[in-house]
């Protein structure tokens, strides 16, 4: 037998290209059991003890700042746990178990998935099977949604989860691989427990505008450089970057959020259509800031456009990555 040594630099890239191609590959399987799920639980646990213990504002936001530390230092330990363990039993096992958490962070396949998945039926004329699709994906009420609205809807799902579920973790994969081989999957599963707290319980209505308020801010704080170099390199693609970014700065300002106005924004004027606008929440209608030119209407053909621009960016997410990780590990 033929024992083979790699040094960390080769590691670290074995990791990150692994993680890449497992995603590329398979994705997230419905039947497979996902750190997401797990994390999920816990918090659910832990928001429904604390909501049953104290109905305080400000007994509610220590708590959530508890739950947010909870999350992201008990991600990352338990992540650099089994690698660590992994390790022990054999270094190929440990890049193994990286490369497996690494790739449950990166939803790229998935975010094309669920896109294809709504997008099927409305290209057969299905609309109310779209209409029921949808529901798997999105908060809005899909219920009485016309076929305009549902490709709005699916396209500004990518846009937004383009940066929380693929560029954000590999941007943070980057970053940790920079730190140890293992640290991409650590690294990127702490920022994937911060953003599974924002989806749950981040909101700004009753229970959990106290006990989310902190994971809310946290998950803002986090997303903001990745984000921004995300409208980056949108803008460097289009072909037109100056005048992107700075529509992109003058619009996403409207968005009560720090960071999905920008990526919403930037993809309806690399696409050259207009999101945003009437929304229904569990019979609760909210207008939402109208980003771009409705230079074209929505089609599928524009939603498959986005998901391929968003394959672009993580394509170039992994070269710049795969240079990081070379200039971080080379010898010298």
């Known amino acids: 037998m033929i024992a083979i040594s790699l040094d960390d630099g080769a590691i670290a890239l074995l990791i990150f290209l692994g993680a890449l191609l497992l995603d590329y590959l398979l994705g997230d399987p419905w039947h497979w059991l996902h750190p997401v799920q797990v994390m999920g639980w816990v918090i659910s646990a832990y928001t429904e003890t604390a909501l049953r213990l104290t109905q305080s504002p400000r007994w509610l936001r220590w708590l959530g700042v508890g739950l947010t530390l909870l999350m992201v230092l008990g991600s990352g330990a338990i992540a650099w746990g089994m690698i660590a363990l992994g390790g022990w039993i054999h270094p190929g096992v440990g890049a193994a178990i990286a490369i497996i958490l690494l790739a449950s962070c990166l939803a790229g396949r998935s975010l094309r998935r669920a896109a294809e998945d709504v997008l099927t039926p409305i290209l057969n004329g299905d609309v109310p099977a779209a209409r ?3 529901q798997n994906y999105v908060g809005r009420d899909t219920d009485h949604l016309t076929e305009p609205e549902i490709l709005r809807a699916i396209l500004e799902t990518v846009a937004e989860n383009t940066v929380d579920g ?3 973790p590999l941007f943070y994969g980057i970053v940790g691989s920079i730190v140890s081989p293992g640290g991409a999957a650590v690294v990127a599963l702490a920022y994937k427990s911060v953003s599974t707290l924002d989806s749950m319980v981040g909101y700004k209505r009753p229970p959990y505008i106290d006990i989310g308020w902190c ?3 946290t998950e803002d704080v986090l997303t903001w450089l990745p984000c921004r170099l995300t409208v980056l390199t949108i803008a460097l693609l289009s072909g037109h970057p100056h005048r992107l ?3 992109c700065g003058q619009e996403a300002r409207l968005d009560p959020s720090p960071n999905s106005g920008w990526s919403e924004c930037a993809y309806a004027l690399a696409l050259g259509v207009e999101l945003g606008g009437i929304n229904t929440y569990q019979g609760v209608v909210t207008e939402k800031p109208r980003l771009g ?8 053909s524009v939603v498959q456009e986005a998901l391929g621009l968003t394959r672009r960016l993580l394509v170039w997410g992994a070269l710049v990555g795969v240079w990081w990780i070379w200039a971080r590990y080379r010898p010298g």
Do not use: F, N
Not at 293 to 300: E, G, L, M, V, Y
């Open 132 to 134: 029921q699709r949808l």
């Open 215 to 217: 994971s809310a801010r």
């Open 166 to 168: 693929v560029t954000a």
């Open 245 to 247: 970014w700075g529509q």
């Open 293 to 300: 030119k409705p230079d074209r209407p929505i089609t599928a």
